[in-house]
């Protein structure tokens, strides 16, 4: 049994049962006494997640998969969220930074905060590759570049235009044509003439987020981890930008994906760069939703 429950601690509150998103422990009435049990029925749905033992106020309850000692203790915070407000609003997205190494204990701290992020069907499936060292991050380039190189001169080509139109859907061919490849064709040169990488934006740190193709909600589990990241790091003083040319290269390029030893079976749906911020904003650019409505 995955779930196990202690009778002797149990004080069949019920709280697990209620907590659980499939309602795995449940408490009943047997012989005028309140008490909780796993339903046989629904044990193959839990997703281990262990919020019936971050729950219990007994210790009665353990999940076979998760070890008990791992828990921690929740602690009174005291947040404000005025500050929270301000922590949010002023992120900005840094795409230029200082040639300064960010040191490993601080991204290894941003990495703590990637692991508490939640995740569509409760699995941990999503990885994260950190580069660091510049002549890997280089290398990783000069392949990116190959990557959009290429894409460059199937887009010139009637032929090519209408496999990627097909293969990839009328949107993302409209985004590549209209918005990604004229940047890049600047990008490219600028590059080439060692002028600067627009690509990686010169980061000294780049971190991939990748997940099973099989995960069904893989895309969303790494932009989420990648937020708990660049959250993190903004309050460490380490500037992020998320980055969307990145993970294509990744998956495309047979060299890089070998550079990664990225398995087969995975794909980097999400990329930050990241390092210390080269400039300050002094102000906030307005930014706002393009609706918010409650419905009657
Ligand atoms: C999903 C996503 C992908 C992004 N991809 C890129 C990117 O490839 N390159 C880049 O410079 N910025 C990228 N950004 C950053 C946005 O362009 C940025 O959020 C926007 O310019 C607003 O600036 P701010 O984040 O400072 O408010 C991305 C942001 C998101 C949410």
């Not at 044990?43 to 791992?70: D, F, Q, R, Y």
């Not at 300064?100 to 692991?115: L, Q, T």
Request: net charge positive.
């Amino acid at each position: 049994m995955k779930v196990r429950i202690n009778q002797e601690l149990c004080n069949a509150c019920g709280i697990c049962g209620h907590v659980c998103p499939r309602h795995i422990p449940e408490t009943i009435n047997q012989e005028n006494k309140k008490i909780t049990m796993i339903s046989s029925e629904r044990i193959a749905l839990c997703m281990e997640c262990g919020h019936c033992v971050a729950v219990c106020p007994k210790h009665a309850i353990k999940v076979e998969s998760l070890n008990e000692e791992k828990f921690i203790s929740v602690k009174e915070l005291n947040i404000d969220d005025n500050q929270l407000l301000s922590l949010l609003k002023q992120r900005r997205s840094i795409r230029r930074y200082k040639d300064k190494p960010v040191p490993r204990e601080i991204i290894n701290r941003i990495i703590d905060a990637a692991h508490s992020s939640p995740t569509g069907t409760g699995q941990r499936t999503t990885g994260i590759i950190i580069i660091d060292n510049p002549k890997t991050l280089a290398s990783f380039s000069e392949h990116a570049y190959q990557v959009y190189e290429m894409l460059e001169k199937l887009l010139n080509n009637p032929i090519g235009k209408l496999i990627i139109k097909r293969k990839k859907g009328k949107k993302t061919f409209r985004m590549l044509q209209d918005f990604v490849m004229p940047g890049m064709h600047w990008y490219t040169r600028w590059y080439k003439e060692g002028k600067s990488n627009e690509i990686l934006r010169d980061c000294p740190a780049l971190i991939l987020f990748h997940s099973p193709i099989y995960e069904p909600q893989g895309e969303y589990n790494c932009a989420i981890t990648a937020f708990h990241a660049i959250m993190m790091a903004q309050v460490l003083g380490i500037g992020t930008c998320f980055n969307d040319l990145i993970p294509p290269a990744c998956n495309k390029s047979p060299k890089i994906r070998e550079q990664l030893n990225l398995p087969a079976d995975r794909e980097v749906y999400a990329s930050i760069t990241m390092g210390y911020s080269k400039y300050q904003f002094k102000r906030i650019p307005p930014r706002e939703l393009a609706e918010v409505r409650y419905l009657k």
